[in-house]
């Protein structure tokens, strides 16, 4: 069964420390892989789309790469605007459905 | 601003009622979804629809119904409300083809169902 899974579910950061944050599927065959920023009492805005294995994308203080089994969220020297709930979800080629993660809530304090 | 609108932020409504809620975005998009959103869950598809008059179930479509008569508008309508169905509702829409990309959401309506 195809699914996602985010690690960890909560992140607590001092201002300038710098984490990752985890997504993992299990997906047959994977068209894209998906990220998301969720602030509170809004709806997810968008941030990237991975397609492949080896894959970089950056924005900001915002790295995202792509494995054959996961997504890293790296988030270099984060400011406390950053914080948010990321979320990630995945496409397969088997149906025409995105699956999103729980998602993983990030708090950076000042 | 390429904009998703729901038509209520907050809604509160007693078991057994029937509660419509609208979407209507202004990109043109051809795709069109809806999801709940609970704590723990994620985000999870119960509609969505290809094109106006097009509509295909996600993963949880049981106890809702959807309607898409024009393009720019895709409504979610619980026939009978009950508490289990309390959630956070959030619409999205995409442009055309089997590769969603990025999918624009609308701010979500909180329904609270007494």
């Known amino acids: 069964e195809d699914q996602v899974t985010q690690s960890p579910e909560a992140l607590r950061l001092q201002e300038g420390e710098s984490s990752s944050l985890n997504c993992s599927y299990t997906?047959?065959?994977?068209?894209?892989l998906f990220w998301y920023r969720q602030d509170p009492g809004k709806g997810p805005e968008f941030l990237f789309t991975l397609y492949s294995a080896g894959e970089e994308k950056e924005k900001e203080r915002l790295k995202a790469t792509l494995t054959k089994k996961e997504s890293f969220l790296h988030i270099t020297a984060p400011k406390p605007e950053d914080s948010a709930t990321y979320l990630c979800?995945?496409?397969?080629?088997?149906?025409?459905?995105?699956?999103f993660g729980p998602g993983t809530s990030l708090s950076v304090i000042p | 601003d390429v904009k998703v609108t729901q038509s209520s932020r907050y809604l509160v409504k007693r078991t057994g009622e029937k509660v419509f809620l609208e979407c209507v975005q202004d990109?043109?998009?051809?795709?069109m979804f809806w999801y709940r959103q609970d704590p723990g869950l994620g985000l999870r598809l119960i509609y969505f629809?290809?094109?106006?008059?097009?509509?295909e179930k996600g993963d949880i479509p049981e106890g809702y119904s959807v309607s898409r008569e024009k393009k720019e508008r895709f409504s979610l309508i619980l026939e009978s409300a009950s508490t289990n169905q309390t959630s956070m509702y959030l619409c999205?829409?995409?442009?055309?083809?089997?590769?969603?990309?990025?999918?624009?959401f609308g701010p979500g309506t909180r329904l609270t169902v007494l």
């Open positions: 999205a829409s995409s442009p055309p083809g089997i590769s969603y990309n990025e999918q624009f």
């Open positions: 979800a995945v496409q397969g080629f088997s149906y025409d459905k995105v699956i």
């Open positions: 990109m043109d998009h051809e795709n």
């Open positions: 997906v047959s065959g994977l068209r894209g």
């Open positions: 629809s290809y094109d106006v008059k097009m509509k």
